[in-house]
């Protein structure tokens, strides 16, 4: 079976907690990755860290967690510097409503919130969580309050994810059994969020074009 980049099972099964750098970096700083599985990947890896040694699938917890981190931190920040430097023409795309919505919400919770509790708060936010990092450098956030900010934020979610599901798996005896079930379990319920997000973003985009229509 080839790679599926939707699978969180496949990319760890492929490229272990290297894919989990991978997946994070792309997904935090880069555009291109706010389709890639974040949440889900973070949680699956912390349950395959459960498992046994002799498990088809096992992972260092320790490695993971590196990896986890590093991502999280490295994406966000070379999402802002991206931002920085290109900002305006990577995010001023009228022929992507819901990059537009993404944004209008992203610059909404800086204002909103103010730029730390924003950039934390986004971490946990699929879409958001993607184009926070290139938004902030755009309407140049002080490169020092994003770093700070976005290294708390990018730590407290890669860290409480995936032990959230080494956890689980540690306290199910026999994980291996259910794994794959509980896999398709959790990559459900992360799609949650992203429904929300693309649901809201669409109705946010019809209110739109009716203000316009009148």
Avoid: C
């Amino acid at each position: 079976m080839g790679l599926n980049l939707l699978d969180p099972h496949s990319l760890l099964s492929t490229f272990g907690a290297v894919g989990v750098f991978l997946v994070v970096f792309a997904e935090t700083g880069l555009l291109i990755g706010f389709f890639l599985p974040g949440d889900s990947l973070l949680f699956t890896a912390g349950l395959l860290s459960a498992t046994t040694a002799t498990s088809t699938l096992h992972l260092s917890l320790p490695w993971v967690l590196v990896a986890a981190v590093a991502g999280a931190l490295l994406g966000a920040q070379t999402g802002y510097w991206i931002g920085r430097a290109v900002g305006p023409r990577l995010l001023d795309r009228p022929d992507r409503p819901r990059l537009q919505a993404a944004v209008a919400r992203s610059d909404a919770a800086l204002k909103r919130y103010g730029h730390g509790r924003a950039i934390v708060l986004a971490r946990f936010i699929p879409l958001v969580r993607t184009v926070l990092n290139p938004l902030a450098g755009t309407v140049h956030v002080p490169a020092r309050t994003f770093t700070v900010w976005q290294s708390l934020g990018g730590t407290i979610w890669a860290l409480g994810v995936t032990v959230a599901g080494y956890v689980l798996g540690s306290s199910i005896p026999g994980i291996d059994k259910y794994l794959l079930p509980v896999i398709g379990l959790i990559v459900v319920l992360s799609l949650i969020p992203v429904a929300r997000e693309l649901r809201r973003s669409r109705g946010q985009g019809t209110a739109t074009e009716d203000r316009e229509a009148a």
